[in-house]
Nanobody, 125 residues
């Protein structure tokens, strides 16, 4: 079975950084675009960043450009999200998702084939 397992979340202060990791198994990892999503309290799940199967093409929402970096290691079946200078409003459960044959620019929640269970990021002020 397919499993995506996130890790790296925690409680940090505004301005701090975290590196989130997603370990994938049970799928041909290099055939999937991978993305990070987040869901804040009382809000819908939203796309944050995506990376194509090769790792060469990346896409971010405007609010995280220059602060977050998505990357993947196809040899290790992992995708990372480096989150720098975190803001309190970015407190959320962060999820990774896998999308088969999906351009990263269109990687909305409806395009995800498999989800992880999420890792909680809490940013205090």
């Amino acid at each position: 079975q397919v499993q995506l397992v996130e890790s790296g979340g925690g409680l940090v202060q505004a301005g701090d950084s975290l590196r989130l990791s997603c370990a994938a198994s049970g799928l041909t990892f290099k055939s999937y675009a991978m993305g990070w999503f987040r869901q804040a309290p009382g809000k819908e799940r939203e796309f944050v960043a995506g990376v194509d199967p090769s790792g060469n093409r990346k896409y971010y929402i405007d609010s995280v450009k220059g602060r977050f970096t998505i990357s993947r290691d196809n040899a290790k079946n992992t995708v990372l999200l480096q989150t720098n200078n975190l803001k309190p409003e970015e407190t959320a459960v962060y999820y990774c998702g896998a999308a088969f044959a999906t351009p990263v620019q269109t990687m909305g929640v409806s395009k995800i084939n498999y989800w992880g269970k999420g890792t909680l990021v809490t940013v205090s002020s």
